[in-house]
């Protein structure tokens, strides 16, 4: 996976969330990992990836995804069978 892609992914799964994540990048990931993308009516996206399904809203006015949707997106996220990887450190332990 390219580094944006596991940066953002990094970013979904961060404690605390993230206030700061545009939604296209998120929409982008979605797509990168071979998620199925439908539009809805309004500024809703039905996303289908692997057996789970969830629908968000875009934000707008602004381009970030407010931290209760980045909630969501990591519980649909774990629910597709998806984590981060863990960086090198966090696996070797002190």
Do not use: C, Y
């Amino acid at each position: 996976m390219p580094r944006k892609w596991e940066r953002t992914l990094k970013a979904i799964f961060a404690d605390p969330v993230p206030a700061n994540l545009r939604w296209r990048d998120i929409e982008a990931l979605f797509v990168a990992l071979g998620a199925e993308v439908v539009e809805g009516r309004g500024s809703r996206v039905t996303v289908f990836l692997g057996s789970a399904k969830a629908t968000f809203h875009r934000p707008h006015p602004h381009p970030e995804t407010d931290k209760g949707a980045l909630r969501a997106v990591r519980r649909f996220l774990i629910e597709a069978g998806l984590r981060p990887k863990r960086d090198r450190q966090e696996e070797e332990g002190p």
